[in-house]
C-alpha cells in the first residue's frame, strides 16, 4: 500500500531564516505530487505541483520554491521566510490530475 | 470561472443521528470528480468519499453517501449513526483546469455525545 511520510511534523523559525520542508512517498512510482498552503480556519491552497523529476509548476508566486530531485520525493523551501509563510504545509501525491489526491500528516510552520 | 461553495460554516448532530452538509460547485466540464475530505483535530486530509459525475448512482462509503445533482450542481454529504470520531473539518473538493483541487471553505462539525 501508499504511504505518503512528511516532516518536520512542526518547526518555528525565525523571519529571515531559510526553510526546507520534506515529502516522501512509498509504494508507488511516478506520482503526481503537490504542495499546498492552508491558513488558519481556511481552504487550501495549491502552491506547486510536479508532474515527474525535475518538473515543477508553481500556481501562486510567492517566496517559497519547490524541487523535485527524486521520482518520490517533493521538497518545498525558502531562502528567506516571510511572517506570512506561517501556516500548515500538506503534500499530496496522486496517480493521475483530477483524481483522487492523499494526503500527508502536514507540516505546522510558525515564523516568528 | 470554477468554484465551490459550502454554505454552512458550523453544524452540530447528536451522536446516532443523521446530519447532511451542502455543497455546490460551477463548472463548465462535463466528466469530472467531485471529493469530500475529513480533517480531524490532527489536522491530516482524509478522503471520505469520491462521486463521479458521468456515474447517476450515489456513491456510498459504509455510513457516508452522496446526494448528486448534477443539473443543479450540488453534492451533498450525509453522514448516518454519526459518531463522536466524525467531529472534524470536511471540505468539498473539485478538480479544476487539469492540475489543481479547489477546496471549498468548509463545514464545522461537531458530534455531541
Known amino acids: ?112 | 470561472a470554477q468554484t465551490v461553495t459550502q454554505s454552512q460554516p458550523e453544524m452540530s448532530v447528536q451522536e446516532a443521528e443523521t446530519v447532511t452538509l451542502s455543497c455546490t460547485y460551477d463548472t463548465s466540464e462535463n466528466n469530472y470528480y467531485l471529493f469530500w475530505y475529513k480533517q480531524p483535530p490532527s489536522r491530516q486530509m482524509i478522503l471520505v468519499i469520491r462521486q463521479e459525475a458521468y456515474k447517476q448512482q450515489n456513491a456510498t462509503e459504509n455510513r457516508f453517501s452522496v446526494n448528486f445533482q448534477k443539473a443543479a450542481k450540488s453534492f451533498s454529504l450525509k453522514i448516518s449513526d454519526s459518531q463522536l470520531g466524525d467531529t472534524a473539518m470536511y471540505f468539498c473538493a473539485f478538480p479544476t483546469g487539469a492540475n489543481n483541487l479547489f477546496f471549498g471553505t468548509g463545514t464545522r462539525l461537531t458530534v455531541i455525545p
Do not use: M
Open chain 1, 1 to 112: 500500500s501508499q504511504t505518503i511520510h512528511q516532516w518536520p511534523a512542526t518547526l518555528v523559525q525565525p523571519v529571515g531564516s531559510p526553510l526546507s520542508l520534506e515529502c516522501t512517498v512509498e509504494g508507488t512510482s511516478n506520482p503526481n505530487l503537490y504542495w499546498y498552503r492552508q491558513a488558519a480556519g481556511r481552504g487550501l491552497q495549491l502552491l506547486f505541483y510536479s508532474v515527474g523529476i525535475g518538473q515543477i509548476s508553481s500556481e501562486v508566486p510567492q517566496n517559497l520554491s519547490a524541487s523535485r530531485p527524486q521520482d518520490r520525493q517533493f521538497i518545498l523551501s525558502s531562502k528567506k521566510l516571510l511572517l506570512s509563510d506561517s501556516g500548515f504545509y500538506l503534500c499530496a501525491w496522486s496517480v493521475l490530475f483530477q483524481e483522487t489526491q492523499y494526503f500527508g500528516p502536514g507540516t505546522r510552520l510558525l515564523v516568528l
